[in-house]
């Protein structure tokens, strides 16, 4: 009997120190390392916002999460995720002796493995120090890790930690990440009904994802609020408003990407700063686009790409059928699959890049030719030498020679003969400098360059700053490369009224609520306001009646020049209203000719008046007609207008009509 006593005693003594045993040994095989939860820098998504603070894109590497300060957390949002996971948490030491038992229980009497309850604190061990498995030797790991960590954070940290790493479904990792993600909601503005949604989906991400299972995440939610309210922390109001609330769930893909043009561009600018983090550092990239403009120059270059595909096809049928009535008619061969395009559009004043589109369709080409593709822009390039003859004092009623000549050079030692044409392989004799840049006049500038002399002019052009000016007479006809966002940031010598500017895209960027980058505005002297305004003028009249015809919009005053290069390569129009510059572009993608017909005016003129035509929808508000500048003389010449100043005189032989206006030099 004795016997029997005493080895029930020693067993009983046995089973009380067996657990305690138990941790001894797991205290002191395992290195409980708790610095990753300490020093938490979990990996943070980056996002590129719009001129007006709207979302363009998310930027990520593995995980998409946004990170929230304690602060940033609703009260309601600690009292909802207190209630339905760890109610004792403000008290406890980081485990619940009660709840460690029962799953202790629960692995004896079942024989397997069996998740039992666990605090706040061991669920965020569980997600960043350990695995998944059920065994009883995590659990005291656990245990172990949660009561290390108690020591060591407070309960806010832990709290803070615990709702920026936990995975909420859909992708969404962070309680911030989902209330964007579902909601489209800053966390402050979530209702009761959505605080209990999101609390409720760690349990089980999948099967509770409102997206997935609707019905089944709002029961959950429900248990949420049910549980608020039977602790007292809601009153009968609130939980009967809450129960009723259906809320909407967005579907969103992570990336969020409204404009991917955009967002490559960002990502190689910021690899220009060395910002070699973006996907991991949670920075804050403020843009200069307008994502409305963005939209709409998107749809722009798409119409005016499918109107050209239609002129082709029709143009293609007229030639077959005229091959069938002559053998010997030569049909042109025309690959349209390589026909693509590029927009970009600046504000005149700042350089801001309103928007940018790099090709027809993004997801069969996101080559950015807006950026990156260098193209001859033809006669796109004359107002640059017209400009520089105007501030010589030259002006729209000067007469130019718009005769053939043929010139010699030397090249590798032999003599070659040049011999340019006009486009309409005729030639004038004699027609004013309006006339001959409004209708691109190509001799009539080859000769005003032979006038104003090329060492004078290549002297002159150096302040628009542009790269690679041929130093032979081709320089009339825009032989040389520029991309389409270069053209438009030289065009703004005109539209900014002799100040060029500097494009920006990026206005700011911020980490962990901190600026690190801001956007400073460049300019660039080129002129005075009273040249600049007269060759506005004048590229007013290649709108109205010139080689621009097609870019005309009602209701706002628009200039542009267009650009058909050597056998229809390359198709421009760059122009500009009073407060916006746009440069659109055209041309094959392997440099062969477009069809014959394409001209710059022809394809590209009717995506610039789309563009402008949606502008005036968008903001019917929008400066629509151009300043005269002090200084500016308006008279008849020869029963036309035209535009003088104190460096460009009116020609003494003319004779002009209003007295009013006569000038005395």
Not at 225 to 252: C, N, S, T
Not at 375 to 404: H, N
């Amino acid at each position: 009997m004795n016997y029997l006593k005493r080895t029930l005693i020693i067993l009983f003594i046995v089973g009380f120190l067996s657990p305690f045993a138990l941790v001894g040994y797991f205290l002191l095989a395992y290195d409980y390392d708790i610095s990753k939860l300490v020093n938490y820098h979990p990996e943070v998504t980056s996002r590129i916002y719009d001129k007006d603070g709207n979302k363009i894109a998310n930027i990520f590497k593995e995980k998409h999460r946004y990170y929230a300060s304690f602060e940033e957390v609703p009260p309601r949002v600690i009292e909802a995720l207190v209630a339905i996971e760890d109610t004792t948490f403000f008290e406890h030491p980081g485990i619940n002796i009660d709840a460690i038992f029962r799953a202790i229980i629960k692995v004896f009497r079942a024989g397997k493995a069996v998740e039992g309850a666990s605090t706040i604190t061991q669920q965020l061990v569980k997600n960043v120090l350990l695995t998944r498995e059920k065994k009883l030797s995590r659990k005291i790991k656990e245990a172990i890790y949660a009561i290390k960590i108690e020591h060591l954070l407070t309960k806010e940290q832990i709290l803070e930690r615990y709702l920026n790493e936990i995975y909420y479904g859909h992708g969404y990792y962070g309680i911030k990440t989902a209330a964007d993600g579902y909601f489209h909601k800053r966390l402050e503005d979530l209702t009761l009904k959505e605080m209990a949604i999101l609390v409720g989906l760690p349990k089980a991400p999948s099967t509770y994802a409102p997206t997935k299972n609707y019905d089944i995440s709002m029961g959950r939610a429900n248990r949420v609020v049910k549980r608020m309210h039977v602790l007292g922390w809601i009153d009968d109001a609130e939980y009967k408003h809450a129960l009723a609330e259906q809320p909407r769930v967005f579907d969103d893909t992570l990336t969020q990407n409204k404009a991917p043009f955009i967002v490559d561009e960002v990502v190689r600018r910021c690899r220009e700063m060395n910002i070699g983090n973006l996907k991991t550092g949670g920075y804050e990239i403020y843009t200069t686009i307008d994502l409305r403009l963005q939209e709409v120059a998107k749809e722009s270059l798409l119409y005016g790409y499918n109107k050209a595909l239609e002129r082709i096809k029709k143009y293609k049928e007229k030639e077959q059928k005229k091959l069938i009535e002559d053998a010997n008619y030569t049909v042109q061969d025309v690959n349209v699959s390589v026909l693509n395009g590029a927009l970009v559009s600046l504000d005149s004043k700042t350089g801001d890049i309103l928007s940018l589109v790099g090709s027809t369709n993004y997801k069969t080409s996101s080559f950015n030719r807006a950026t990156q593709g260098k193209r001859q822009p033809g006669s796109a390039f004359k107002p640059f030498i017209y400009q520089v003859a105007i501030d010589l004092g030259y002006s729209g009623a000067t007469e130019l020679v718009d005769i053939a000549k043929t010139y010699e050079y030397e090249k590798d030692g032999n003599t070659l003969k040049w011999q340019p044409k006009n486009y309409e392989k005729n030639y004038k004799g004699l027609v004013t400098l309006r006339e001959a840049l409004v209708h691109s006049r190509n001799l009539a500038t080859i000769n005003l360059v032979n006038d104003i002399g090329l060492t004078t002019l290549l002297k002159e052009l150096k302040k628009f700053h542009i790269k690679n000016i041929p130093n032979d007479l081709s320089i009339s006809l825009g032989t040389m490369s520029l991309s389409p966002m270069e053209l438009a940031s030289h065009y703004t010598s005109f539209s900014n009224k002799g100040e060029q500017v500097q494009p920006h895209l990026i206005t700011s960027i911020k980490q962990r609520k901190k600026e690190i980058y801001r956007k400073r505005l460049q300019k660039n002297v080129t002129g005075t306001p009273t040249q600049t305004y007269i060759l506005t003028t004048i590229l007013e009249d290649v709108v109205r009646h010139g080689t621009g015809r097609n870019a005309r919009v009602k209701g706002i005053e628009l200039a542009a020049k267009t650009g058909t290069t050597n056998s229809n390569i390359d198709g421009w129009l760059a122009g500009y209203s009073p407060t916006i510059t746009t440069v659109v572009w055209f041309g094959n993608d392997d440099n062969s000719p477009m069809y014959k017909r394409e001209t710059g005016g022809r394809i590209a003129g009717p995506v610039f008046a789309a563009y402008y035509r949606n502008i005036l929808k968008l903001y019917p508000q929008i400066k629509r007609k151009f300043d005269v500048p002090k200084g500016i003389v308006e008279a008849t010449v020869h029963g036309k207008k035209e535009y003088f100043s104190d460096i460009s005189k009116p020609p003494r032989s003319q004779e002009i009509k209003d007295p009013e206006e006569e000038l005395l030099w």
